[in-house]
């Protein structure tokens, strides 16, 4: 630990530097190392889409964490006091309303006075939430009144529906059961404020509010709905709070144009109370602010359960933006089919109110061949799903075409081009708080879900790096930025993106990304031997699974294959033997991890044709610390194997015969030099070298996934079994007592290496990754194993749900909330449907053998019906979020950072998946939860509440 800190004083020097700076502009840094993000254990299912802006829930009911302009999370947002659902209660006959509270249990800042006259009151004990993306359920029990309310969210993200998983709009739809022995008078209100909750857009001069009604006709129900325009950062946004209709006599819908969010809110709740409906207005009009709202008024009779008492719809319409440095518009993807004006928002909430029914066919029918199969663990099947929310939430941005792009960005291919004519640009943030669009190196293990659920995405995505072969310079790769910079980590100075290198990403969403790449500063990518590694394996799974040998494809990509790999021989394999070295720099996606040797070398570097016409070559001297890595070295294997499989395919015979001479003579230094006799060591020479890391085989794993048959070429299948079986025996079992996934580095002694920063993190999607390779040998349960601990710890144990960081580390501390990678979850089940025959006629029968991962200290609750309603599927497993599992007050043996939210005295019951067509239990806990991270969260039973048909 100290040689760590030691280590990092010089870039602390450097990047202090550059924070300060930014003193007032923090959103403009790529990563904000001084200032990390807290988590808040309190986050469920967010709203939305893909790519039109996203709205956070909190699972205690209330909207926060608005990400609405592109790009950007707004996590430090809170629970909006004014955006909120309203249950009210009125006995037939009476004059008042006999219960009243907001269906919210939040801590909510009301310091101000803002809605004194609402009752937030809640109690914490009687909510449970349930999630399993893009829906969720949270329960409310009225234990005075014997009333049941469950609100269901739903969003339309829909594999292979490019349209519908585009909108900006959820659904709320009602459930009511009346269990007492008396009827009531049911109103459900839902209001809904201008801005964001962020204090710099909630005064806006420009609010205006516009009622709107369609009727019943041939295409659905009639809806009724209120607009609010306003804008969000000089960009405009029109909110649209829609219900639909019902000609039931029994049935009442009230709209409220306007009332004042930062008054005490007494008009709105007083009318509500005495009439059961909202007012017309409400307050007097204010200039900088505005809210409204919608109600809808039922009776429920005595013992009934109303299903869908009321169906309410969320829409978000704003459909021309502008990332930070506002040097060009974007359209939403969106606007291909709704109008970009403030009908489009109305048009947008009626759609989704007729559709909403098809929505959740659609989604049942995606998500019920995982959930029903007998065999997968429950906590599998959650994470599967659960880990997606990341798509919506993870700042991503989804563009219709534009040619005006074409003056600015000429290195875009015409395949990219037409790619993007068709199905748009897509990218989305590394994480919350790394804010770079697309980081090629973290998308290579997340792209999975990509290419499994909406493949023409990640299409779109590596169509961004395909040359142009009219275009001077080419493509992505070719592309240069002559600008010259200073890398925080290291202190050099370089172009920010240089020729013949895969760029790290496509830029800070706070600039203006595509038009100003390479955002992360912090090394000089343009030496990482990753990325154009990991461009070359993912073409071949994009040829091969996705656009199933498109010859245009290949010919594009193969230019670029080409270059990538002649650069790699040239400037990386220093001593002709065909495997490439490592340079003593954190040179790959472990930026922070490296290697060390004693040989001082030359390194020249052609810095583009502006600078040539000074100096042709600039020579740089440095102490190289050359050597051969088991995870560079796999890429490299399999990125030469892809190479000459397409050289073949395009019939460059001279250059297949080329590099299969080379790779031959990899294969043998890159056993003879890293082969243990159990495992692959981590390198040549550094203080790590020995160390078994988590993610040796990454290449191998990544061709296996695609190609078995050209995997195997690459290395013994034995030393592959072993190294997979050292690391679950090290990284897995000998880390954080087998609870936390697979840590990065590992000495043989079974101690962790804690020699540089991250060898002793756990990655949550290199877990995964390391889950989805064992799938591919055969071994499920190990497996099933390695994967539940990430997950356990994340959703069970530390209130990390919906908000999976890039790192975990043994005790206490995590890093980078809301991360990309653990979307490699997909490649499990990429690995189980392409290896293991999942729910076919071909299914391996390891997979009827899987047991659910259990240990000692895991609490597993087999929930028994409290009421008279008979209960089916009742086993769950729960847990309580534990805030104070990070708790940054604690001593630990790494950096790192707790939530500043407080520990709330009720829990929300476990995200697992509903079991369908059946009578489910959701579950409140109470407990205490353990602030060790290896030890067990306190479980006690709550009230359960019976909810059919989740």
Request: glycine fraction near 8%; aromatic fraction near 12%; proline fraction near 4%.
């Amino acid at each position: 630990m100290y040689q760590q800190v030691y280590d990092a004083l010089p870039f602390v020097r450097r990047y202090f530097m550059y924070w300060v700076r930014h003193t007032g502009k923090k959103e403009k840094l790529f990563i904000n190392t001084f200032q990390p993000l807290q988590h808040k254990p309190y986050y469920g299912v967010p709203c939305g889409g893909i790519g039109s802006g996203s709205i956070g829930r909190d699972f205690r009911g209330g909207f926060c964490k608005f990400g609405l302009r592109p790009g950007l999370i707004e996590h430090k947002v809170n629970v909006v006091p004014s955006d909120q659902f309203i249950l009210s209660v009125r006995r037939p006959g009476d004059a008042d309303a006999c219960y009243q509270k907001v269906l919210c249990a939040a801590d909510i800042d009301r310091s101000a006075g803002q809605l004194s006259a609402w009752d937030f009151d809640f109690p914490e004990t009687d909510i449970a939430f349930r999630g399993l993306y893009p829906r969720s359920w949270t329960c409310y029990y009225i234990a005075e009144l014997s009333l049941v309310v469950v609100l269901r969210q739903i969003s339309p993200v829909i594999p292979h529906n490019y349209k519908d998983s585009s909108l900006p709009a959820t659904v709320f739809v009602v459930d009511v059961e009346n269990r007492s022995a008396e009827d009531y008078e049911v109103s459900i209100a839902f209001t809904f404020r201008n801005g964001t909750g962020y204090y710099r857009w909630e005064a806006d001069p420009g609010c205006s509010s516009k009622e709107f009604q369609y009727n019943r006709d041939e295409q659905g129900p009639g809806v009724h709905g209120i607009t609010l325009e306003h804008n969000i950062d000089r960009m405009r946004c029109t909110y649209a709070l829609g219900l639909k209709t019902s000609e039931n006599p029994l049935y009442h819908a009230s709209i409220c144009r306007s009332f004042q969010p930062s008054a005490n809110g007494q008009g709105v709740w007083k009318h509500l109370r005495e009439t059961g409906d909202l007012p017309d207005h409400a307050d007097e009009a204010s200039v900088t602010e505005q809210a409204v709202g919608i109600c809808v008024r039922t009776t429920v009779a005595a013992g009934e359960r109303r299903e869908s008492a009321a169906e309410m719809a969320l829409v978000w319409h704003m459909p021309v933006v502008k990332f930070g440095n506002g040097e060009r518009t974007y359209k939403r993807r969106y606007t291909r089919y709704f109008d970009e004006r403030e009908e489009g928002a109305r048009a947008l909430c009626t759609y989704a109110l007729r559709e909403r029914q098809r929505w959740e066919e659609e989604i049942e029918q995606w998500q019920r061949p995982v959930l029903e199969h007998e065999h997968l663990p429950l906590w599998y099947k959650s994470a599967l799903f659960n880990e997606l929310y990341f798509i919506t939430d993870g700042g991503s941005i989804w563009f219709e075409w534009d040619e005006e792009w074409t003056k600015r960005e000429p290195h875009l291919s015409e395949y990219a081009r037409n790619v993007m004519r068709e199905h748009g640009r897509f990218g989305y943030l590394e994480s919350w708080e790394y804010r770079m669009v697309n980081t090629y190196d973290v998308h290579f293990y997340a792209s999975f879900a990509l290419a499994h659920l909406w493949p023409q995405l990640e299409i779109s995505v590596q169509a961004e790096f395909i040359p142009n072969r009219f275009s001077i310079p080419a493509d992505q790769v070719e592309h240069v930025d002559e600008v010259v910079v200073r890398f925080h980590m290291e202190g050099d100075r370089a172009p920010q993106k240089t020729r013949t290198r895969v760029p790290h990403d496509l830029g800070n969403p706070a600039a203006d990304p595509w038009l100003l790449t390479n955002a992360y500063v912090m090394h000089d990518t343009g030496k990482w031997k990753d990325l154009n590694l990991k461009f070359v394996l993912t073409s071949w799974r994009d040829y091969v699974c996705i656009v199933k040998r498109e010859r245009a494809f290949l010919e594009h990509v193969y230019p670029a294959v080409k270059s990538l790999i002649s650069q790699g021989l040239t400037t990386w394999d220093t001593d002709g033997d065909g495997m490439i070295e490592n340079f003593g720099k954190a040179d790959q996606t472990y930026d922070a991890w490296q290697m060390e040797g004693a040989r001082q070398t030359r390194e020249y570097a052609n810095r583009g044709e502006a600078l040539a016409e000074l100096s042709s070559l600039i020579t740089l001297w440095e102490v190289s610390r050359e050597g051969r890595r088991a995870y560079c070295g796999s890429l490299w294997l399999a990125a030469l194997r892809v190479a000459v499989e397409l050289a073949r395919e395009i019939g460059d015979d001279e250059k297949a015969n080329e590099w299969n001479e080379t790779l031959q003579r990899a294969k043998k230094v890159f056993v003879e030099k890293l082969w243990t006799g159990e495992y692959f060591r981590f390198c040549e020479r550094s203080r790590s070298r020995d160390s078994v890391m988590a993610d040796q085989l990454c290449g191998i794993w990544f061709l296996q996934s695609v190609s078995p048959e050209m995997a195997e070429e690459l290395l013994p299948l034995g030393h592959v079994q072993s190294a997979l079986t050292k690391i679950f025996e090290l990284n897995v079992q000998r880390f954080a007592g087998g609870r936390m996934g697979a840590v990065n580095g590992m000495r043989p002694d079974g101690k962790v290496d804690r020699a540089y920063i991250q060898a002793d993190e756990m990655w949550t999607g290199v877990t995964y990754a390391v889950a989805a390779f064992m799938i591919q040998q055969g071994d499920y349960q190990r497996a099933f194993d390695t994967a539940w601990g990430t997950y356990d710890a994340c959703f069970n144990r530390f209130g990390l749900q919906y908000q999976t960081p890039e790192a975990l580390y043994e005790k206490k501390f995590y890093r980078a909330i809301g991360y990309m990678r653990p979307l490699a979850v997909w490649a499990m089940q990429w690995a189980l449907e392409k290896h293991a025959g999942l729910g076919g006629a071909n299914e391996k029968r390891g997979i009827s053998e899987l047991r659910e991962t259990t240990f000692a200290t895991c609490s597993k609750t087999s929930v028994a019906a409290k009421s008279e309603t008979t209960v089916e599927s009742s086993t769950v497993v729960t847990a309580q979020p534990s805030p104070a599992a990070t708790r940054s007050d604690d001593d630990g043996g790494s950096e790192g950072y707790g939530s500043d939210e407080k520990e709330s005295s009720a829990t929300v019951g476990h995200v697992l998946p509903p079991a369908m067509k059946s009578t489910t239990t959701l579950t409140t806990l109470g407990g205490a939860a353990s602030d060790d991270a290896a030890s067990s969260s306190g479980v006690s039973s709550g009230r359960d509440v019976v909810v059919e048909g989740l």
